[in-house]
């Protein structure tokens, strides 16, 4: 199993660019999330869906949008890129009969703005 | 309202020593409690988890966990650090929603 993939693993935006980060999972997971780490403020939510079809916002959703068409796949697209959007973005994946809280998360993309 | 306290942002020991970093939290509702450690430019994973079956919980690479109801602390330890515990560790509370906290960067000098 690969676990949780996400792409790209960087990328640099000019303001005002849109683009989109892909996560896939092949656990077979319901639940998957989208968190952004700053340095020093621990991770925030941005969206996260409990299965297919399902996505609702998390604590900082503003400029970000998702979508959950299928159970492996969760992009998250950046539409008019801002430099308070300069971030790693981390995807992680949940199975509901674990632990509520326990995730497997990817390894990250890390995106500039400018 | 949930939250987690995680006192300083860097912990430097010897190669050897004890390792002990701190998490307190607060949460209205019976809580669960994770640590997860972050290796450099890599995702976060799990080392432990608490979730009422015992107070003490043992993790990955040597690391335990206690949970104390009285004092709301789920403080992380290691009895002798190694070079390749390097990393950041962050606590986190699932009670009403997922909560981390800001993390804390563990060094470990030779």
């Known amino acids: 199993n690969a676990g949780v993939t996400q792409t790209p693993k960087f990328r640099i935006l000019k303001i005002g660019q849109s683009m989109t980060l892909q996560c896939t999972q092949d656990?077979?997971?319901?639940?998957m999330y989208w968190y952004r780490q700053d340095p020093g403020m621990g991770l925030k939510l941005i969206y996260y869906s409990v299965g297919a079809g399902i996505t609702d916002k998390g604590e900082v959703p503003n400029g970000y949008n998702v979508s959950r068409s299928t159970t492996e796949d969760f992009p998250l697209r950046l539409e008019l890129a801002a430099p308070s959007q300069t971030s790693v973005y981390f995807c992680a994946s949940s199975y509901k009969g674990n632990t509520p809280g326990e995730l497997f998360f990817g390894e990250g993309s890390r995106l500039t703005v400018l | 309202a949930q939250s987690v306290t995680q006192l300083g942002s860097h912990v430097s020991v010897s190669e050897g020593a004890l390792v002990l970093l701190r998490c307190n939290y607060s949460s209205s509702v019976p809580p669960y409690l994770f640590w997860y450690v972050q290796y450099p430019n890599q995702g976060l994973q799990l080392l432990l988890k608490y979730t009422s079956a015992a107070t003490l919980v043992k993790g990955i690479n040597g690391f335990e966990a206690e949970f104390k109801k009285s004092e709301t602390s789920f403080h992380l330890t290691k009895p002798s650090a190694h070079m390749s515990d390097a990393a950041e560790y962050f606590c986190?509370?699932?009670?009403?929603?997922?909560?981390f906290g800001k993390g804390i960067t563990l060094s470990v000098r030779p």
């Open positions: 986190a509370v699932s009670g009403e929603k997922l909560t």
């Open positions: 656990m077979n997971h319901n639940y």
